[in-house]
């Protein structure tokens, strides 16, 4: 498994299949973990660290799976690899950006994602595309239990697990599902989802998790509560609130279509043009642009692209990932032409024509 690979595909969370995938990108679950008689990574010494991280690294490639997982060196990495896999939801950015020993284990087909010593020793993630949170927990589950096979876990009686922030002690999981609320945004009805989440213990993050900004109208709705509830009882709270929050969205593209479609019709299409013939564009600009042209796919008003080609469009145009491409590295103004001319070269060939 090459890195530089990962630029002729989209990744797992915008594979466009799956259930509900006109609203719903992905579902992920993530389990923290940590090992008995080792301090946690933030009060690790250098030493400890590399010693865990040889330690999970050595069993991880060891791990008996038709699909067997392939460790990197996040510390030696170049910075825009390291980005690349932040872009593609494969480690967090804490893990690209702290010092000192620490790793990454990823299947080939990106949906299983293992960080070595980042907040914890262990953050194991499943990541599907679609609606797909059941399948999402047995792969994890059946995960978790093979690395237990071969680690002890800090593991007490009366608290669960053992985390080093004391918000993942339990059961140490976090479920989440990433949704395109475009209409929402639009109708400005998204504060009042935010508000309803809050009141029954779910949180709302941006596209690339806590702390950041929901570009392009993406939003990850997770759960906050560890402890106290199984796995199956968080995840059952998550997949009974997600489908209101996808007829939501529905309606409201049902509204803004019945209120003015042409004028709908018209800002997609104007969306799709700047996207078609821009000379320089911003990655912010660009995620909104593309989230309108999804919309207006979704909606039957745009004809010559394909949600999988607008997905690719999404994480291709991003920083690393254009940059990747292109060889080397790219200076802000640079990248912005580059992106633009991208986009005209990639919805040409979409659109079976020449530039």
Not at 81 to 95: H, T
Not at 140 to 169: H, M, R, S, W
Not at 216 to 238: A, P, R, V, W
Not at 274 to 283: G, K
Request: hydrophobic letters at 40%; charged letters at 25%; a negative charge.
């Amino acid at each position: 498994m090459k890195l530089d690979e990962l630029t002729k595909t989209s990744g797992e969370w915008l594979r466009g299949s799956g259930p509900e995938t006109d609203i719903v990108i992905s579902s992920r679950i993530r389990l923290a973990r940590n090992l008995a008689r080792f301090p946690f990574p933030n009060r690790a010494n250098s030493s400890t660290r590399t010693e865990i991280t040889d330690l999970l690294s050595g069993h991880l490639k060891d791990l008996e799976r038709d699909n067997p997982l392939y460790v990197w060196n996040i510390g030696a990495l170049e910075e825009v690899d390291r980005q690349l896999l932040v872009e593609r939801q494969l480690i967090s950015r804490d893990l690209a950006e702290k010092e000192g020993a620490r790793a990454v284990a990823l299947s080939y087909e990106e949906n299983v994602s293992v960080m070595i010593n980042e907040e914890d020793h262990l953050r194991i993630q499943v990541l599907n595309s679609g609606f797909s949170l059941d399948e999402c927990w047995d792969a994890i589950n059946t995960l978790d239990d093979q690395i237990e096979e071969k680690v002890t876990y800090a593991f007490n009686e009366q608290f669960g697990y053992l985390t080093a922030c004391p918000t993942n002690v339990g059961t140490g999981i976090r479920a989440s599902v990433m949704l395109h609320l475009p209409a929402l945004v639009l109708t400005k009805e998204i504060q009042k989802v935010f508000q309803a989440l809050q009141k029954i213990n779910l949180t709302v993050r941006g596209l690339y998790g806590e702390g950041s900004q929901a570009m392009g109208d993406f939003y990850q709705i997770s759960t906050q509560i560890t402890l106290g509830l199984s796995e199956q009882q968080l995840i059952k709270k998550l997949q009974e609130v997600i489908p209101s929050i996808i007829e939501w969205e529905r309606r409201a593209r049902k509204a803004l279509v019945t209120a003015n479609r042409e004028a709908l019709h018209d800002q997609i299409s104007r969306a799709y043009g700047i996207l078609q013939s821009a000379q320089t564009i911003s990655s912010e600009e660009t995620m909104h642009l593309l989230s309108s042209v999804r919309m207006g796919i979704n909606l039957d008003l745009v004809h010559e692209l394909e949600i999988p080609t607008v997905n690719e469009l999404f994480i291709h145009t991003q920083p690393a990932h254009l940059q990747k491409i292109h060889g080397e590295k790219l200076e802000s103004a640079d990248r912005n032409i580059a992106r633009a001319t991208y986009l005209r070269e990639r919805l040409a060939e979409a659109n079976g024509e020449a530039e």
